[in-house]
């Protein structure tokens, strides 16, 4: 089979399309023809070899953590999915996987797709959407009737999180580019904020704010949390309490349950999947850098077709 490889870490690592040992499930375990995988931020971070320390991966890595697709052939212990399936997973970060033809994984990591949902919506949802239900409810502690403050809520995270948010019956702000402002208040927001011309440290005090910006955003948005409210940042490891106000870094781990979530809200109809652009699997690493830019409106996929 055919992986997107890469053979050493740092800002100049290569992405490169091989072939591979096609994996061998344990007993308990399935193989997974992948047709889509989604493209997240943590991807770039590993592949440059920021995160070594807190999450090492062995060489030679195969990118990607998010992968939707049909199982092809399962362990002999194996009665919860059989070939054929359509189903959506998550890998570990330090696994990685996705940007392959094919993937092993656990069934408990596996949730089955809606005959309605396409391949390219199911890779775009296990870590974006897990991260802004973990972030707002877990870490944020978010209430209905509270404000929250979502940065870059066009992206990937952000759009999920207005969504979930403005369902929980928050008061939903959020920051995006100009062109973007639209998709914000379609998504639920009540108050669509242009983060190059307004200040959003204007605005009433927040209970919760979503923080997927870093640098300056983090330090402007102490400003405008609330006495006991709480900074939810993806960015700042080192992000602690101040003056009262709680800071958390949000580390997500976890998918399958979010996962499940996100199918029954989309079967519902209560969650829209934006995909800024699908790309060809031989294109992975243009995919890599597009999410890299910071400038995604939702979600980067790579389609995988033979």
Not at 125 to 141: E, K, W
Not at 185 to 199: F, Q, S, T, V
């Amino acid at each position: 089979m055919q992986a997107a490889t890469i053979h050493h870490l740092g800002p100049d690592a290569l992405v490169q399309i091989a072939p591979v040992t096609p994996p061998v499930p344990a007993a308990d375990e399935v193989v997974v023809r992948i047709e889509a995988a989604g493209v997240n931020p943590l991807d770039t971070k590993i592949i440059a070899g920021y995160m070594q320390q807190v999450m090492p991966v062995e060489l030679p890595y195969i990118p990607g953590t998010d992968f939707s697709g049909v199982v092809t052939a399962t362990g002999p212990l194996v009665t919860a999915v059989k070939v054929g399936n359509r189903v959506a997973g998550r890998s570990s970060p330090g696994a990685g996987g996705a940007f392959a033809h094919t993937i092993v994984s656990r069934t408990d990591a596996l949730v089955l797709m809606p005959d309605e949902m396409s391949f390219e919506q199911a890779a775009a949802l296990p870590t974006a959407f897990g991260t802004a239900r973990q972030a707002l409810f877990d870490v944020g502690n978010l209430k209905a009737g509270q404000r929250v403050l979502i940065h870059a809520g066009a992206g990937g995270v952000g759009s999920f999180a207005i969504q979930l948010a403005r369902q929980a019956g928050a008061h939903v702000s959020a920051t995006a580019s100009a062109g973007n402002l639209g998709l914000l208040k379609e998504l639920g927001a009540h108050d669509a904020i242009d983060y190059r011309a307004e200040d959003f440290t204007r605005l009433p005090a927040f209970d919760v704010i979503l923080d997927t910006v870093g640098g300056d955003t983090t330090e402007r948005s102490w400003k405008v949390l609330r006495e006991g409210g709480t900074l939810a940042s993806l960015i700042d490891f080192a992000i602690a309490p101040r003056d009262g106000r709680h800071g958390a870094f949000v580390f997500f781990a976890e998918a399958t349950q979010a996962l499940h979530e996100a199918v029954g809200l989309f079967r519902a109809g209560k969650l829209d999947i934006i995909i800024d652009s699908l790309y060809p699997f031989e294109d992975a690493a243009a995919a890599l850098g597009k999410v890299a830019s910071g400038h995604a409106r939702g979600k980067v996929v790579i389609r995988t077709a033979r």
